[in-house]
């Protein structure tokens, strides 16, 4: 951690607020449409609020020196940072957290701003700890979210729950990326155009004294500027070509572009390769670009993508003739073709169009006389009240234990299920049906609590499907710091398990603790088998284990249960639980989950896993088996290579565990799904597929003979007739004469 310290100057006006600390959260401070959003929230929050600075990534020292002497600035170590491909919610990286100030401290608020994608941004964003959460969305970066890796989407969607309130700087903005991210659709948004420079704009009518001005002073030939950074989007290689273009079609002009930038090499070879090193300009970084504004004769923009231009405002504000390309936010700001233009993004429009406004100084008139009439931005003294006023928001109390309860068709379960988690004894608890578009009497069975204040029933519009419907509950309707996942078919018998899980979770408070684990009966509903209680067979009331040595623990006892979990919400979203669509999508998620911090293992019962004949995992389709066994081996290996355990420890634990597991789902196949002699093989190939050494396991083995019966009567069915009929046949054939 570097802690730095910044020059600046910024009016004082008089604070009326109670002295609160805030934190901007940035990925990068470099030049640029965020970092300047950043800068310009920063210089007019300043006289109302202490505030720290966090980057999570690079810093430019022309911005940290634009920022005000009373602004604290963290940047994060990238050693202790470091990005690891396997997992975002890395323990390394929260312990590397917990030692900086940003971290340790409660603020009043946090501002983020340009944090996608980036994941250690997104983390930070998590890890904070403040009182109410604003992220600013400024450019289309967000729009990849569907190409996105898991890790990544992950990250993304931990981030748009922290956030209280998003601010898009403009809606075409939110709009065009909530169709490509739809959690951000479902997120409270509020537009809030990005700042403007207004102490250099009001400072204009000293410009003749500024020594940085514009070098064409007192020349007569027209003049297009661009401010921009020189990147790929931006486009400025177009520009320059658009330039040769109706440079060869007879209309003369200069070109200046202020901005730096990964393109500006390959620029400078273009412009001396088309010979225009006269007339287009690649000038720099401009500190203030309000007496370039003023004196040019057109400003143009020709980006591919924006989120809001901030230059366009300031362009405006002074009343500069502007032609932007169609991006995001352009048409909230300019009535086109009366207080500026508006081209498509393609060369032909902005090279006629760019040669019209040139060329037509009765037009630029036309469209200076509107701005002074109609400004193109609000009062600032306004927005600054507006974003003071989003900050000073009531935080709602959220609780602190959510119980999900995803169903589909279990009316007759429905009501049980309820009445265990809302029997509960603890205080701040919440208790969610989420329905997924059930077709029995689950809806009106379960809008019976509807009174309970602590109750909430959602229904989905259409059907997602078991594992889609856990993991829309987790991440777009639980409300609490930590969750329990109840089946609709189970229930809580233990009215002060989440008291007591609770407490022993406070208990260990300063360790990384991901999830509290206890154990289940299993009830059988037919009556064939007597009830059994499933304990973890741990030492004492409970056990505190690395994840490493939890996994080790599940595969050698074959210890596990879902409804018995009380998980870290946040945690579970950033590992991706209940991403993979398996019968074993809870296994797979939390064994991953226990990866990435402490379990804490529970000697209790928490409530029935009721076994009534439809249980997904008693009907897994011979094709996903390998999916539903492979997870184990794959977890395992990821545990190998983050060096949490050896090959060795887990090996043989794993092999057993793996041939339990087969030698389960083969029985259930061979004994209820099983359909054709083939299936059997292809049992077989599947087994192969895993680990060929599993076929030397005495228990799977065991399992494969004693469902022999069930092979050869698959056989008969299918072709005992057939030979029977034959017989029938060749006696008919011999006693023909």
């Not at 910044?6 to 607020?17: D, E, F, R």
């Not at 011979?622 to 977890?635: D, G, H, M, T, Y």
């Not at 083995?701 to 057939?722: D, E, G, Y």
Request: with cysteine.
């Amino acid at each position: 951690m570097a802690l730095q310290g910044a020059q600046g100057a910024v009016s004082v006006t008089v604070n009326t607020l109670p002295r609160h600390r805030i934190l901007f959260l940035a990925q990068e401070f470099v030049a640029g449409g965020a970092a300047f959003l950043a800068l310009r929230h920063m210089q007019r929050l300043v006289p109302a609020y202490d505030i720290d600075l966090l980057v999570t990534g690079p810093c430019a020292d022309e911005m940290l020196r634009q920022l005000p002497q009373q602004v604290s600035v963290f940047t994060l170590d990238a050693q202790s940072w470091r990005a690891d491909v396997n997992a975002l919610w890395c323990l390394d990286l929260v312990m590397a957290a917990r030692a900086l100030p940003p971290f340790q401290h409660a603020y009043h608020a946090l501002l983020a701003t340009s944090v996608f994608p980036s994941r250690r941004a997104c983390l930070a964003m998590s890890l904070v700890q403040a009182r109410r959460k604003l992220l600013f969305l400024v450019d289309e970066r967000l729009a990849q979210y569907p190409q996105r890796l898991l890790p990544e989407r992950c990250a993304i969607e931990c981030t748009l729950l922290s956030a209280d309130l998003v601010l898009p700087v403009s809606a075409r903005l939110w709009q065009h990326i909530a169709q490509q991210c739809p959690m951000l659709a479902r997120r409270p948004w509020q537009v809030l155009h990005p700042p403007v420079g207004l102490a250099r704009i009001e400072a204009h009518a000293d410009v003749e004294r500024d020594i940085s001005g514009p070098p064409w002073l007192g020349s007569e030939r027209p003049v297009v500027l661009t401010v921009a950074r020189l990147s790929t989007e931006k486009q400025i290689l177009q520009c320059l070509r658009i330039h040769h273009r109706l440079r060869q079609d007879g209309v003369d002009f200069d070109w200046y572009v202020l901005g730096e930038g990964p393109e500006q090499a390959r620029l400078q070879d273009e412009i001396e390769a088309l010979r225009m090193s006269d007339v287009f300009f690649l000038s720099g970084v401009r500190s203030n670009v309000v007496p370039w504004m003023l004196q040019c004769t057109v400003f143009a923009l020709f980006s591919a993508s924006e989120g809001c231009p901030t230059v366009v405002i300031e362009a405006l504000t002074l009343g500069c003739p502007v032609i932007v390309t169609d991006v995001n936010g352009v048409d909230e700001l300019i009535d086109n073709g009366r207080t500026g233009i508006i081209v498509p993004n393609e060369m032909s429009a902005m090279a006629t169009e760019l040669s019209r406004l040139l060329l037509d100084g009765s037009l630029r008139a036309q469209f200076r006389c509107a701005l002074a009439s109609d400004p193109p931005v609000s009062d600032p003294a306004q927005e600054r009240a507006s974003l003071i006023a989003q900050i000073e928001v009531a935080a709602p109390t959220a609780p602190i234990v959510s119980i999900l309860i995803p169903t589909y068709n279990q009316a007759q379960y429905i009501g049980q299920a309820i009445r265990s988690a809302l029997m509960q004894d603890f205080a701040s608890l919440e208790v969610l049906v989420i329905d997924d578009a059930s077709t029995d009497q689950t809806a009106v069975l379960a809008r019976q609590w509807d009174s309970d204040p602590r109750f909430r029933y959602i229904c989905n519009e259409r059907n997602l499907g078991r594992v889609a419907n856990y993991r829309r509950a987790l991440v777009e309707h639980a409300r609490g710091e930590w969750v329990l996942m109840l089946d609709g078919d189970d229930y809580l018998t233990d009215a002060d398990f989440i008291s007591h899980a609770w407490k022993a979770l406070q208990r260990h408070a300063g360790r990384s603790v991901v999830f509290a684990q206890a154990g289940h009966r299993a009830t059988y509903l037919s009556g064939t088998r007597p009830d059994v209680n499933i304990l973890p067979p741990i030492i004492g009331a409970e056990q505190l284990m690395s994840g490493a040595q939890y996994l080790k623990f599940v595969y050698e006892t074959g210890f596990f249960t879902h409804l018995g979990t009380l998980y870290h919400r946040c945690a579970a979203i950033a590992n991706g639980c209940y991403t993979a669509d398996i019968s074993s999508s809870d296994m797979d998620s939390f064994l991953r989950l226990a990866l990435e911090g402490e379990v804490l293992v529970l000697n209790t019962i928490a409530g029935c896993w009721v076994q009534h004949g439809a249980n997904a995992c008693r009907h897994v389709p011979l094709n996903k088996i390998s999916a539903n066994v492979r997870i184990f081996r794959q977890i395992a290996l990821t545990a190998v290579q983050r060096g949490l355990i050896s090959k060795a420890h887990i090996e043989g634990p794993l092999n057993r565990y793996e041939a339990r597991t087969f030698a389960y789902l083969f029985g259930q196949t061979l004994g209820r799904a099983a359909h054709g002699p083939l299936a059997p093989l292809r049992m077989l190939a599947v087994l192969l597929s895993a680990d060929p050494r599993l076929l030397l396991n005495r228990h799977l083995l065991s399992v494969c003979l004693r469902h022999l019966p069930s092979v050869t009567r698959l056989f008969r069915h299918r072709w005992m007739p057939s030979l029977k009929q034959g017989g029938k046949s060749r006696e008919r054939r011999n006693d023909v004469p």
